[in-house]
């Protein structure tokens, strides 16, 4: 089963390679999408019932924290590919076939390389997948090829692969650290945890620091983020919708992996503070960016970078209730954040424009878009009823017992970037639209999927499901915490 | 087996002076300012790589780490300087490599870097028991300077030359200090690298056809 997980993507991607007809394409593309949902969703369930898959020998090995994974990239996966359909018919109208195949093709690919990052136990295949998310995706980002489209992936592709490369380096040390103390090649995370004690602990020290910075590329952190906000603001917005909530995600899973063999190696307190570091200058260099943001794009790109903060933030302040709401606070972000990078596809056909002073009256001219994307601005910007508010005062709550200084200055941040975005937002939604814009949402019936989105956010900010937290305590337990 | 006759000791001379040449390769990527030039510095240093790895395969006995060797002198001595070669063929006459700091002041921070990389990497060798652990430090250094040329460049040829550079780096450093990762994650690797410069090979000819240049400064639409 966990095999077939794999095999869907890639088996889609090269039947979209060889399909000559749109319509096939998009068919292969649903079924594949669907298909990969249903799988991820059966082996998330017997994983969260106490199972622990493996396949491959001990190439690939599913645990509670590949489990959550899965189901992020198997869900906000299957939504986008909906929207993606129509999102392509409307903005590739004209192209040539070869560009569509292309399109699709890549998407399933960029799923495949994502779904083997999150199951395999190998550290060094996992880096193997995480550099192919980035060979994936290139293409993507530079799918309109225009001028700052090409900018935008080649800095992209240059600043990822340095990153990944610094990344290897530390998979390259904690090897080091496995193989020269215990005498025996290891380099599979599940090892590497069970023997984490007789590693030498200088080695793993410089090695996470390497780790870090390497992933924390991928993931989107300060200082290394500057492909970020071009990258996702040019990428069409299906695949800006994957990459910001799903893609970072991955970078993040590789350093929590490494963080729980680091932990065991040299104790809690040297990843925390780094953690809290580069998660307080992420914070700060978003919120930075945030205030006067032109670009509505642009502006969900910062508000990841901020995210992605927190979620350090929860990971450092540690402890049991900063590392369940870090956890918490990534299925959040991940479907607010995909919810609203649908939606500026949708503004975006609409208004033909990313930059914030040309979008005015969105209520008005297209209410179902102008609504979803007012309640994702007001769940991603940690407003109550949604679901982010809950995780994010997790925790803060968490951080003030344990680093009240850095908790409080992310609070501060965290008002900053409120009110920024706050400001942005109500210059698109209310006003008097454009006197020739036709009324009406763009794609208005490809927005349904959209409706998980929103339900999910809101069905998790108001109650706690058991079966939810039961298997965020498992991924806790994954974790060592 | 020829593990039996080379003991520890010549191996480790001789790892010493490849480890160095390979280093003295990556600063006279710096000098040289002529691309085509460049790019046969990095093709010799990915030859010296390739052998090294093979002597090492011989003295362990390793076959994979011999397939290692093998792939690596395919892949990055041969078809990776044949790539870059096209595209500087292609790209016209700007040839010249437009570093941001001159040759002396990039020399300066090349000494510094390699203190810093003894400083790092001498006492996280010093525990190591191979006979190869003296020069991780010097494969280190390889690495930092790898990473100065991909930010000193303007030229997207040349980031791409400073990239390739790190990343044979990175292969000596994990070469002295473990042999080798697996062999599948070599592979893999190798894989992603190609790819990644078949990738770049094709941006650098999207700038050059929409930007007139492959000036990277060129590139600054996406300001704030």
Known sequence: MLLSLLLIPLTAAGLIAVTRRRVLIELVHIVAAMATLGVAVAIAVLVWD???????????????????????????????????????????????????????????????????AVTTDNLGVMWIAVEGTTLATVFLVNLRHTRASIEAAYKYLILSSVGIALAFIGTALVYYAGAAKAGEIAVNWSTLRAGAASLNADVVRLAFVFILVGYGTKAGLAPMHTWLPDAHSEAPAPISALMSGVLLNV????????????????????????????????????????????????????????????????????????????????????????????LSGNILLKYHSAEIRDVRGLMRAAPWTGALFLAGILALIGLPPFAPFI?????????????????ATGIILLLVVFGAMLASVNHMLYGEPPADLARGDALRLWLAPLAVNFALLLALGLTLPAPFEAALKQVLLVLGV | MIGDSMSAEVLSKLVNLSSFAALGLTILLIVRARLEGQVRVFGLQSLILALLTMLIALYTGSLELFGVGIALLFVKAVIIPRVLNRSVGKIGIVRIAAPYLGTAPALIICALLTIVAFYVMAPIAKSNLLPTKDAMPLAFAGVLIGFFIMVNRRRAVTQILGFLIMENGIFLLALLATYGVPFIVEMGVFLDVLVAVLIMEVFVYHIKDNFDSIDVRELGILKE
């Open chain 1, 391 to 407: 995780s994010e005062f997790i925790i803060f709550r968490a951080g003030l017992e344990s680093y009240p200084l850095a908790a």
């Open chain 1, 251 to 342: 970078g993040l899973y590789a350093i929590m992996r490494f963080k729980a063999v680091v932990d065991a190696a040299v104790g809690p307190v040297f990843a925390a503070h780094l953690l809290i570091g580069v998660g307080l200058l992420s914070l700060l260099i978003a919120a930075a960016f945030l205030v006067a943001q032109g670009n509505y794009k642009r502006m969900l790109a910062y508000s990841s970078v901020e995210h992605i903060g927190i979620v350090c933030l929860g990971l450092g302040f540690g402890g049991y209730w900063g590392v369940f709401g870090a956890l918490f606070h990534v299925v959040n972000h991940a479907l607010a954040k995909s919810l609203l990078f649908i």
């Open chain 1, 50 to 116: 106490g199972n622990l898959l493996s396949a491959a020998g001990n190439l690939f090995r599913v645990d509670a924290l590949s489990a959550l994974m899965i189901s992020i990239i198997a869900l906000l996966g299957a939504i986008a590919s909906l929207y993606a359909v129509g999102y392509i018919r409307a903005e590739l109208a004209d192209a040539h076939l070869s560009r569509i195949r292309l399109f699709f093709l890549l998407f399933h690919l960029f799923i495949f390389t994502m779904l083997v």
